[in-house]
């Protein structure tokens, strides 16, 4: 399981309620550990206190820590990450609806320097795209409503 410290500090209490909410027979099932994502501290003896605390109250290893990497981009894990891309003259608007999926569709157009992806949340962001992309959606019923 891998916890995402760099979203703020609830991190490692993420972990034990993800471990206390499943029935104790998936618990079992649950093999591995932790691993610590997007540590921003440099020295992880800081996590040190908390890492013991986590491994007690749930009886799981932390395997590591990965630190932050300020240049590496990755393709979202979900909407709530997207984020502009590029900053060329075809201007091209991503409709972000609620249960956005398969972002890597869209992957190639970063390639591209002549072209910027805008995301667009609220209509009233549209303004006038040269194109319009609705990605693909988790709930398609769901965000057609949204």
């Known amino acids: 399981m891998v916890l995402d410290i760099d979203r703020g500090g609830g991190s490692f209490i993420q972990g034990l309620g993800l471990i206390k909410s499943l029935p104790p027979g998936w618990r079992k099932l649950v093999k591995g550990g932790f691993i610590i994502n997007k540590f921003r501290g440099g020295d992880e003896k800081l996590l040190s206190t908390a890492i013991k605390w986590l491994e007690k109250k749930t009886g799981k290893p932390v395997l590591g820590v990965l630190p932050y990497v300020d240049d590496l981009w990755l393709w979202p894990e979900d909407s709530m990450d997207l984020r502009p891309i590029g900053n060329g003259p075809l201007n091209i608007a991503?409709?972000?609806?609620?249960?956005?999926?398969?972002?890597?569709?869209?992957?190639?157009?970063?390639?591209?320097?002549?072209?910027?992806?805008?995301?667009?949340?609220?209509?009233?962001?549209?303004?006038?795209?040269?194109?319009?992309?609705?990605?693909g959606s988790k709930n398609v019923v769901a965000s057609l409503i949204g």
């Open 94 to 135: 991503l409709i972000a609806y609620p249960y956005i999926s398969n972002f890597n569709d869209v992957y190639p157009l970063i390639l591209e320097d002549d072209v910027t992806v805008r995301i667009v949340r609220d209509p009233r962001e549209l303004g006038d795209p040269h194109l319009i992309i609705l990605p």
